[in-house]
């Protein structure tokens, strides 16, 4: 293994490590003691260990339920999604499952508000460090990415529905004031992740330029996406350009961008966010 490979996965598993202390200091600072249920598996161990120990007085650890219920999910990220994608978020499942039953949290408040908010703020980062490190907490994760990339499909819907279902139960047991401040810490939760966490959304590059082929070859070699030239005529001096037209992962627009103009500092740039993409768009599989 090359030099680079090696620093690339001790990032990887440095963003894993951090993500796993963020989600344990989360889960036993603001999530436990405002009794709110996080969304996907997660959210399912912490909502069947509240009924155990409610109404049969036994306490089971948080690890032995998240394992369990991550079993199938982690066989179709093995089998289906991608080998290294798969260790890493098992390594996430099993260092967190273990730090959230032995890390003492912090009694910062007892404010069930500012526990949704501030807890759904932690929960967005956490899983941030999970996805720049190319993995997932696990659970639904795997289950989505499987589906979507089956059936070309989003999953939200059903991820959505399997939510609902949980956080019901939550009211029926826990009480409605949980299941409702539930829903806030996931909705901060989903708004942290859209602000933090950007290789799904796309970008349109409209660039007008005289070296359209030097350009090219910048986004090309960088993102690996393709690109179309128009040939174009100012209407203040009639002179001749030509306009670059391509789309790129809006994580991937702002290093274009930079380079983009180191190449031509002539170069007009216009960056338009791309709502949905309809035919071939280069996505980089799972490891």
Same mark, same amino acid.
């Given at each position: 293994?090359?030099?680079?490979?090696?620093?690339?996965?001790?990032?990887?598993?440095?963003?894993?490590?951090?993500?796993?202390?963020?989600?344990?200091?989360?889960?036993?600072?603001? @999530?436990?003691?405002?009794?709110?249920?996080?969304?996907?598996?997660?959210?399912?161990?912490? =909502?069947?260990?509240?009924?155990?120990?409610?109404?049969?007085?036994?306490?089971?650890?948080?690890?032995?339920?998240?394992?369990?219920?991550?079993?199938?999910?982690?066989?179709?990220?093995?089998? #289906?999604?991608?080998?290294?994608?798969?260790?890493?978020?098992?390594?996430?499942?099993?260092?967190?499952?273990?730090?959230?039953?032995? @890390?003492?949290?912090?009694?910062?408040?007892?404010?069930?508000?500012?526990?949704?908010?501030?807890? &759904?703020?932690?929960?967005?980062?956490?899983?941030?460090? $999970?996805?720049?490190?190319?993995?997932?907490?696990?659970?639904?994760? !795997?289950?989505?990415?499987?589906?979507?990339?089956?059936? *070309?499909?989003?999953?939200?819907?059903?991820?959505?529905? &399997?939510?609902?279902?949980? /956080?019901?139960?939550?009211?029926? #047991?826990?009480?409605?004031?949980?299941?409702?401040?539930?829903?806030? !810490?996931?909705?901060?939760?989903?708004?942290? /992740?859209?602000?933090?966490?950007?290789?799904?959304?796309?970008?349109? =590059?409209?660039?007008?330029?005289?070296?359209?082929?030097?350009?090219?070859?910048?986004?090309?070699?960088?993102?690996?996406?393709?690109?179309?030239? !128009?040939?174009?005529? *100012? $209407?203040?001096?009639?002179?001749?350009?030509?306009? /670059?037209?391509?789309?790129?992962?809006?994580?991937?627009?702002?290093?274009?961008?930079?380079?983009?103009?180191?190449?031509?500092?002539?170069?007009?740039?216009?960056? /338009?966010?791309?709502?949905?993409?309809?035919?071939? #768009?280069?996505?980089?599989?799972?490891?």
């Amino acid at each position: 293994m090359k030099r680079k490979e090696i620093l690339r996965e001790l990032k990887r598993l440095l963003l894993i490590i951090l993500g796993s202390l963020i989600t344990a200091f989360n889960i036993n600072t603001f @999530v436990k003691s405002a009794n709110i249920i996080p969304g996907g598996f997660s959210g399912l161990a912490l =909502l069947i260990q509240h009924i155990v120990n409610k109404f049969f007085n036994v306490n089971i650890p948080y690890s032995a339920l998240t394992w369990t219920l991550n079993a199938i999910p982690i066989y179709i990220g093995f089998r #289906f999604i991608g080998k290294r994608f798969t260790f890493y978020s098992v390594v996430m499942i099993v260092l967190s499952g273990i730090l959230v039953d032995f @890390v003492p949290g912090l009694s910062l408040t007892n404010d069930v508000l500012l526990c949704a908010i501030f807890g &759904g703020i932690i929960d967005a980062v956490s899983i941030y460090c $999970c996805l720049m490190a190319d993995s997932s907490s696990g659970g639904t994760d !795997f289950i989505s990415i499987y589906i979507s990339e089956r059936t *070309g499909k989003s999953a939200w819907n059903y991820i959505l529905a &399997g939510n609902c279902c949980v /956080l019901l139960t939550a009211g029926i #047991f826990l009480g409605w004031n949980a299941a409702l401040y539930s829903i806030i !810490f996931q909705y901060v939760t989903t708004q942290g /992740l859209n602000f933090l966490y950007k290789k799904y959304k796309k970008t349109t =590059l409209l660039i007008v330029t005289d070296k359209a082929q030097e350009i090219y070859k910048i986004i090309n070699q960088k993102t690996h996406h393709d690109g179309t030239i !128009f040939k174009g005529k *100012g $209407c203040y001096q009639g002179a001749e350009h030509e306009i /670059l037209y391509s789309v790129v992962s809006s994580s991937e627009s702002g290093k274009l961008e930079k380079e983009i103009r180191e190449a031509d500092p002539e170069a007009f740039i216009n960056v /338009l966010e791309s709502k949905e993409i309809i035919g071939r #768009f280069f996505k980089r599989t799972n490891d």
